[in-house]
Protein backbone atom coordinates (compact mmCIF):
# COMPACT_ATOMS: atom_id res chain seq x y z
CA UNK A 1 0.00 0.00 0.00
CA UNK A 2 3.00 2.21 0.85
CA UNK A 3 4.45 2.08 -2.72
CA UNK A 4 0.26 2.93 -3.97
CA UNK A 5 0.42 5.99 -1.60
CA UNK A 6 3.58 7.56 -3.31
CA UNK A 7 3.52 6.24 -6.23
CA UNK A 8 0.43 8.85 -6.30
CA UNK A 9 2.29 11.53 -4.91
CA UNK A 10 5.35 10.46 -8.05
CA UNK A 11 2.34 11.21 -10.78
CA UNK A 12 1.78 14.34 -9.44
CA UNK A 13 4.70 15.63 -9.10
CA UNK A 14 6.67 13.81 -12.10
CA UNK A 15 3.82 12.29 -14.87
CA UNK A 16 1.06 14.94 -13.90
CA UNK A 17 2.24 18.24 -15.63
CA UNK A 18 2.43 16.05 -19.28
CA UNK A 19 -1.02 14.68 -18.97
CA UNK A 20 -2.73 17.78 -17.09
CA UNK A 21 -4.16 19.30 -20.89
CA UNK A 22 -5.15 15.48 -21.77
CA UNK A 23 -7.28 14.99 -18.34
CA UNK A 24 -9.00 18.54 -18.67
CA UNK A 25 -10.11 17.42 -22.56
CA UNK A 26 -10.85 13.46 -21.08
CA UNK A 27 -12.54 15.58 -17.86
CA UNK A 28 -16.87 15.24 -19.66
CA UNK A 29 -16.19 12.97 -22.08
CA UNK A 30 -14.42 10.02 -23.62
CA UNK A 31 -14.11 8.85 -27.38
CA UNK A 32 -12.27 5.25 -27.29
CA UNK A 33 -12.23 3.60 -30.01
CA UNK A 34 -11.34 -0.50 -28.52
CA UNK A 35 -13.16 -2.18 -25.48
CA UNK A 36 -10.34 -3.95 -24.07
CA UNK A 37 -11.45 -7.59 -22.04
CA UNK A 38 -8.65 -9.11 -20.17
CA UNK A 39 -8.03 -10.71 -17.06
CA UNK A 40 -7.51 -9.56 -13.36
CA UNK A 41 -4.32 -10.57 -13.08
CA UNK A 42 -1.44 -8.29 -12.05
CA UNK A 43 1.13 -8.90 -14.77
CA UNK A 44 -1.55 -8.07 -17.23
CA UNK A 45 -1.55 -4.28 -18.09
CA UNK A 46 -2.95 -2.86 -20.94
CA UNK A 47 -1.98 0.47 -21.24
CA UNK A 48 1.47 -0.32 -20.98
CA UNK A 49 1.00 -3.59 -23.34
CA UNK A 50 -0.27 -1.96 -26.40
CA UNK A 51 1.20 1.81 -25.49
CA UNK A 52 -2.24 3.76 -24.89
CA UNK A 53 -2.76 6.99 -23.45
CA UNK A 54 -5.79 8.01 -20.84
CA UNK A 55 -8.81 7.62 -23.01
CA UNK A 56 -7.78 5.85 -25.15
CA UNK A 57 -9.03 2.18 -23.91
CA UNK A 58 -12.55 1.53 -22.71
CA UNK A 59 -11.04 -2.00 -20.73
CA UNK A 60 -12.98 -4.56 -18.44
CA UNK A 61 -11.00 -6.96 -16.77
CA UNK A 62 -12.30 -9.88 -14.44
CA UNK A 63 -10.96 -13.33 -13.60
CA UNK A 64 -9.95 -15.35 -16.81
CA UNK A 65 -11.17 -12.70 -18.96
CA UNK A 66 -14.99 -14.38 -18.73
CA UNK A 67 -17.68 -13.40 -20.60
CA UNK A 68 -21.40 -15.39 -19.70
CA UNK A 69 -23.26 -16.08 -22.91
CA UNK A 70 -26.31 -14.26 -23.14
CA UNK A 71 -29.39 -16.40 -23.39
CA UNK A 72 -31.85 -15.72 -26.80
CA UNK A 73 -33.61 -12.39 -25.32
CA UNK A 74 -30.21 -10.95 -25.21
CA UNK A 75 -29.80 -10.77 -21.32
CA UNK A 76 -26.69 -11.89 -20.06
CA UNK A 77 -26.81 -16.08 -18.40
CA UNK A 78 -24.00 -14.74 -16.04
CA UNK A 79 -23.05 -11.61 -14.03
CA UNK A 80 -24.82 -8.48 -15.68
CA UNK A 81 -21.11 -6.54 -15.20
CA UNK A 82 -19.92 -7.46 -18.51
CA UNK A 83 -22.73 -7.73 -20.26
CA UNK A 84 -23.52 -3.82 -19.20
CA UNK A 85 -19.70 -3.02 -20.22
CA UNK A 86 -20.14 -4.51 -23.85
CA UNK A 87 -23.81 -2.59 -24.15
CA UNK A 88 -21.85 0.39 -22.74
CA UNK A 89 -18.90 0.57 -25.16
CA UNK A 90 -21.46 0.02 -28.01
CA UNK A 91 -24.66 1.70 -27.31
CA UNK A 92 -22.81 4.91 -26.10
CA UNK A 93 -19.19 4.88 -26.88
CA UNK A 94 -19.83 3.56 -29.82
CA UNK A 95 -16.64 1.44 -30.27
CA UNK A 96 -15.36 -0.12 -33.19
CA UNK A 97 -13.55 -3.08 -32.00
CA UNK A 98 -13.65 -5.22 -28.75
CA UNK A 99 -10.05 -7.33 -28.09
CA UNK A 100 -10.30 -10.42 -25.66
CA UNK A 101 -6.86 -10.65 -24.66
CA UNK A 102 -5.94 -14.17 -22.52
CA UNK A 103 -2.31 -14.80 -20.90
CA UNK A 104 0.24 -17.13 -20.09
CA UNK A 105 0.07 -18.87 -16.41
CA UNK A 106 -3.16 -17.54 -15.59
CA UNK A 107 -4.58 -18.95 -12.77
CA UNK A 108 -8.01 -19.11 -13.73
CA UNK A 109 -7.05 -21.44 -16.14
CA UNK A 110 -4.99 -23.45 -14.19
CA UNK A 111 -8.18 -23.73 -11.40
CA UNK A 112 -10.40 -25.03 -14.33
CA UNK A 113 -8.13 -27.90 -14.50
CA UNK A 114 -7.52 -28.97 -11.38
CA UNK A 115 -10.78 -27.77 -9.59
CA UNK A 116 -9.42 -27.41 -6.04
CA UNK A 117 -12.32 -28.37 -4.02
CA UNK A 118 -10.11 -27.52 -0.91
CA UNK A 119 -10.07 -23.84 -1.79
CA UNK A 120 -13.75 -23.30 -0.79
CA UNK A 121 -14.41 -21.01 -3.07
CA UNK A 122 -18.26 -20.94 -4.26
CA UNK A 123 -18.35 -18.19 -6.19
CA UNK A 124 -14.96 -18.19 -8.39
CA UNK A 125 -15.98 -22.20 -8.48
CA UNK A 126 -19.47 -21.03 -10.47
CA UNK A 127 -17.72 -18.03 -12.37
CA UNK A 128 -15.36 -20.13 -14.38
CA UNK A 129 -17.95 -22.61 -15.89
CA UNK A 130 -18.12 -19.65 -18.64
CA UNK A 131 -14.57 -21.91 -19.22
CA UNK A 132 -15.96 -24.95 -19.67
CA UNK A 133 -16.49 -25.11 -22.58
CA UNK A 134 -12.88 -24.35 -23.74
CA UNK A 135 -12.02 -26.78 -21.24
CA UNK A 136 -13.87 -29.47 -23.05
CA UNK A 137 -12.61 -28.75 -26.57
CA UNK A 138 -8.92 -29.08 -25.42
CA UNK A 139 -9.83 -32.08 -23.83
CA UNK A 140 -11.53 -33.50 -27.57
CA UNK A 141 -10.03 -31.13 -30.04
CA UNK A 142 -6.74 -30.49 -28.68
CA UNK A 143 -4.34 -27.75 -28.55
CA UNK A 144 -3.79 -24.56 -31.16
CA UNK A 145 -0.11 -25.03 -29.90
CA UNK A 146 0.83 -28.77 -28.69
CA UNK A 147 4.02 -27.45 -27.17
CA UNK A 148 3.05 -25.18 -24.48
CA UNK A 149 2.08 -26.23 -21.44
CA UNK A 150 -1.36 -27.27 -20.52
CA UNK A 151 -3.36 -24.47 -18.59
CA UNK A 152 -1.70 -21.96 -21.36
CA UNK A 153 -3.47 -24.13 -23.89
CA UNK A 154 -6.59 -23.79 -22.33
CA UNK A 155 -5.92 -19.97 -21.88
CA UNK A 156 -5.71 -19.69 -25.90
CA UNK A 157 -8.77 -21.60 -26.58
CA UNK A 158 -10.34 -19.50 -23.53
CA UNK A 159 -10.00 -16.57 -25.71
CA UNK A 160 -11.77 -17.73 -28.82
CA UNK A 161 -15.26 -19.45 -26.84
CA UNK A 162 -15.27 -15.99 -25.38
CA UNK A 163 -15.27 -14.34 -28.42
CA UNK A 164 -18.13 -16.63 -29.46
CA UNK A 165 -19.72 -16.06 -26.03
CA UNK A 166 -19.46 -12.73 -27.56
CA UNK A 167 -20.95 -13.06 -30.52
CA UNK A 168 -24.23 -14.16 -28.36
CA UNK A 169 -25.55 -10.89 -27.57
CA UNK A 170 -27.41 -9.49 -31.13
CA UNK A 171 -25.77 -5.81 -30.78
CA UNK A 172 -22.58 -7.74 -31.18
CA UNK A 173 -23.72 -10.30 -33.91
CA UNK A 174 -25.52 -6.90 -35.56
CA UNK A 175 -22.48 -4.94 -35.64
CA UNK A 176 -20.38 -7.25 -36.72
CA UNK A 177 -22.31 -8.13 -39.89
CA UNK A 178 -22.91 -4.52 -40.99
CA UNK A 179 -19.10 -4.13 -40.82
CA UNK A 180 -18.80 -1.66 -38.21
CA UNK A 181 -17.56 -4.12 -35.37
CA UNK A 182 -14.38 -6.14 -35.42
CA UNK A 183 -13.68 -8.85 -32.77
CA UNK A 184 -9.71 -9.51 -31.95
CA UNK A 185 -8.41 -12.70 -30.23
CA UNK A 186 -4.71 -11.66 -28.50
CA UNK A 187 -2.81 -13.85 -26.29
CA UNK A 188 0.25 -12.28 -23.68
CA UNK A 189 2.85 -14.36 -23.06
CA UNK A 190 4.29 -12.87 -19.70
CA UNK A 191 7.52 -14.32 -19.65
CA UNK A 192 8.63 -12.92 -22.97
CA UNK A 193 6.55 -9.67 -23.28
CA UNK A 194 5.49 -10.59 -26.66
CA UNK A 195 1.72 -10.11 -27.38
CA UNK A 196 0.05 -12.81 -29.60
CA UNK A 197 -3.14 -12.40 -32.14
CA UNK A 198 -5.37 -15.17 -33.61
CA UNK A 199 -4.98 -15.73 -37.37
CA UNK A 200 -8.56 -17.93 -38.10
CA UNK A 201 -6.30 -19.20 -41.41
CA UNK A 202 -3.75 -21.00 -39.68
CA UNK A 203 -5.83 -21.64 -36.63
CA UNK A 204 -3.00 -20.22 -34.49
CA UNK A 205 -1.72 -17.04 -32.32
CA UNK A 206 0.64 -15.79 -34.43
CA UNK A 207 2.88 -13.09 -32.81
CA UNK A 208 2.43 -9.21 -33.51
CA UNK A 209 5.69 -7.88 -35.33
CA UNK A 210 5.46 -5.26 -37.93
CA UNK A 211 4.58 -7.47 -40.46
CA UNK A 212 1.38 -9.21 -38.57
CA UNK A 213 0.84 -5.84 -37.22
CA UNK A 214 0.05 -4.33 -40.43
CA UNK A 215 -1.89 -6.61 -41.96
CA UNK A 216 -3.86 -6.19 -39.22
CA UNK A 217 -4.34 -2.84 -39.59
CA UNK A 218 -5.36 -3.12 -43.15
CA UNK A 219 -8.23 -5.43 -41.85
CA UNK A 220 -9.71 -2.68 -40.39
CA UNK A 221 -10.31 -0.59 -43.86
CA UNK A 222 -9.55 2.50 -41.63
Known sequence: MRKLIMGIV????????????????????????????????????????VSTHPGDLFTMRNVGNLIPPAAPDGVSTGDLSEASAIEYALLVLNVANIVVCGHSECGAMKAV???????????????????NTAAFRLEHEGALDTELKPHDQL?????????????????????????????????????????????????????????????LVGRLGH
Open 10 to 49: DFRERMLPQYAERFRELALTQTPDTLFITCSDSRVVPDLL
Open 113 to 131: LTRNTKLQAPNLDRWLNNA
Open 155 to 215: SQLNVLVQIEHLMSYPIVRERVAAGNLHLNGWWFDIATGNMYAYERSSRSFEIIDRQEAER
